[in-house]
């Protein structure tokens, strides 16, 4: 018996638990985990089920002709398989260091096909990358296009299904930012829509707020205005300068971006319309 | 089509969902909202279904059956129709105010079929008990036997369903304890299982912790061992007086309680042994 | 000896917890708790100390000249003398309710002089002023004058040294603000700077934000702009409602709105151009 | 001129602030920031001042005679070097890994003059120890003296300050935990006094608890026991497996063991009996 993930979204309408977990058990499945959500504004339906099953590319065959006749977004895939994941970076290492130590430590299961920076090497302080290949992608104005052709043909080489912008200091230009919808997630270093743009904790003790946050989003062409995957603040006092907003936002903007990787590579994440789906 | 509400664990086995969610179908059902979850240590499966149907009482006819050949612990209930709740309460009303208020602004779905305090009326400085029938039970350790008489018979008469004790400062019998076995909740005022037993904000300050806590349990003949269902936290320091963490814990204490209440009002919470699954 | 607070701010300069402590000895005086903090922004200097002296008003006569020496905003006040407020509010009453009972439990030293709202009496469902006098002050587009006229009358007669908006749906004219200026706070029903102007919880569930809150803040002309006093934050899912947020906003609203009301009222809070300074 | 840090306790009594701020200013120093507290149980008063001057060590050598006159525990230094610190470790190394990151970062201002495990180089995954030097230091039952002679000479030649116990699996002899009384910080994975002794996380999963917790505190003979410098928690659901409780576990040690190594290191934590205060 080998395990399986099915996430789903479709049109509400009755009977679609019924119809999923009846061909689940017909095909000698048996569910670990499932939940459910009918989000009544959209009148969309998601369902997430874990299972154990003994031939999951047959059930996955069978379910195709299912998934067709309730018009379903759907994929299936199997749950010991790690995310193959690529992590663009700038010269700010910490959520790099945090996502390479987490992988590390199978608290995320994720594989780190490559790290791409528009920076060399050397801006990088972290020593050890775990055997994931470096990618330099310089970038000026002038050369955008050619750099993120760059990107996209070691996406494709690599396979990666997550594109994760770890502090990636650059813009993605609005035609790459479609192509990557739903699966590239960046870290915003504020509690949106609080503080977009840029030097976002001066703004913050320029405004005098009494928490710091950061958010984990998809990235779409809108900037800063992709769908949530995950929120986190913590206290501040008035005694914190802008660099010990810095200091402290750097841990929440790890816990906050490992969250939302750790969602998504587990399959908990749903876009539905301008927010998400996140089943814990 | 009215709204009603599906709360079921049993030993885990396949088909399971299918069989709950085949017969909703058939029975003309719509799933709003399902969790389920399958504890691999006591290998116990729960689950909780909200859907709307038609004709809610022929679907509870239908599912005994079901619910037989799997042995499950389960109940159906019409959703719209509040939780009978009888509070306890000693001198100390701020949990009580807070689950009247709660309840007046609709944030608790629950209907309050009494109030008993071992203290008389005035005790309670609250002047408001919107209509919850108040009862004095005094006690001593001589009248002890009687007076949970007269509590059980309070129980009967009012129907009630869930039994709250909000900062009630008596220690229920054994044999009252395990007879509401399940539907009985206390607030305890410390972050279980640090601090059992007497004045514990008192024993907080002394051990010189940095944050205080409250816990909302399931109550059991083992003092403050109960099944947990909800807890929270807040940061102290050096300058808070004994005084001071109790007036914090207060408002800690009310939100936990409130939220162990609406939890069990709304059939999310489920005894798994010793400790509870909790659906959000 | 009686217990007093001395709170101070002036420009930074050499000798000034010196001078003030020196004083402070000289005159008998013994220091139970002080903090002091130097903006490196604004170079501008804050000090609170609680101090046991036999005689205050002849200290408060002597530190007069030190004050201006120093050129200080200073006041001193008998730390057992409760801070005088009015308390204005519109429909929901959430707010008012816990400062009642806050006051009532003596967790807030104030002395609620007054409550004022621009609907009438039975439009709040409280029951219990506990002894507060009710005023009620409608207001039109075309009686607004008339009617801030009548909230600057009350004031003066109820001798409020603190006013506040608890959930008072009605914004206040530019002048009003300024006269109240550093003396007057609101709750905002957002974590600011997100979400200004109407309906928060509204834009918070349409933007898919993953945790909601709510801000004080000093009233200034500048709407929702004003130095932040407190925030508080807290989590909540896709499956949240407007309704449901709206829900859990309201025990944020209120803890903050406590805590700011706590902190204003003994004293700790600063106004520092557009931030403010809270001593813990 | 330079910083300097100046921390004081000595029992209470009048004139201890105007001391000590009348010698600053006569010494020409300038206050940049001060907490005092007053421990109404223990009578005991604390102080911290961070303050420039030209000449600090001829304020230290003016301020003895002034530290005798009230029978003070003091120290006074240079606020720009960094705490000499030695950190153990046995085969967890996230702590390890997040304090090395943290230093050169600059968020904690310490100087790591050493790592010593009980478990061999490799035996710890991290591969750059940014020049710290590597001290294996095996134990037994029976060669526990001889290991912590080794030890001591360590914190000897490196002239440590601080000693932290960063996952250490060892237990200090009495011995040892009493001369390093006051400067050897441990990082105990339960939400104490909650779950002592081992596997913690095994223990608040079998208790069925809805947050865990960290512990940072001075170690003492009292194993467990020692003054709490900082704690934290985190949510949890009946979903999490101990191994989830783990993982989960490791970022809250690692936030509260940072939060303790830097306040310890910017002289703001005191040993106040059983207890700490900890100026912010």
Same mark, same amino acid.
């Given at each position: 018996m080998l395990s399986w993930i099915l996430a789903l979204s479709c &049109? &509400?309408?009755?009977g679609i638990v019924a119809a999923v977990t009846g061909l689940l058990r017909d095909q000698g499945g048996n569910i670990t985990e499932a939940q459910q959500f009918n989000d009544a504004h959209s009148d969309r339906f998601f369902m997430r089920v874990a299972f154990d099953i003994a031939d999951g590319p047959a059930f996955r065959n069978a379910f195709t002709s299912l998934a067709e006749s309730f018009t379903m977004d759907w994929h299936i895939r199997d749950a010991d398989r790690p995310t193959r994941t690529l992590i663009l970076v700038s010269k700010f290492d910490h959520c790099l260091v945090d996502l390479l130590y987490r992988t590390r430590m199978n608290e995320l299961d994720i594989d780190i096909v490559g790290i791409i920076s528009n920076h060399p090497r050397d801006a990088i302080r972290i020593s050890n990358l775990h055997g994931a290949p470096f990618h330099h992608c310089p970038v000026t104005k002038e050369t955008r296009a050619d750099q993120e052709a760059a990107i996209r043909q070691i996406i494709d080489d690599s396979g990666a299904e997550l594109i994760v912008l770890a502090r990636y200091m650059q813009i993605l230009s609005d035609g790459l930012a479609r192509d990557l919808a739903g699966r590239c997630i960046n870290i915003h270093?504020?509690?949106?829509?609080?503080?977009?743009?840029?030097?976002p904790y001066h703004q913050a003790h320029r405004r005098g707020v009494k928490m710091i946050g950061a958010t984990a989003h998809f990235v779409t062409p809108d900037l800063d205005e992709g769908p949530i995957i995950a929120q986190g603040v913590e206290a501040i006092s008035h005694a914190d300068t802008p660099d010990r907003l810095i200091a402290k936002g750097r841990s929440i903007e790890q816990r906050v971006l490992a969250r939302a990787v750790k969602a998504y590579s587990e399959d908990r994440v749903f876009m539905n319309g301008q927010r998400t789906v996140v089943f814990d």
């Open positions: &049109d &509400d309408r009755p270093h504020s509690f949106l829509p609080g503080f977009k743009g840029a030097r």
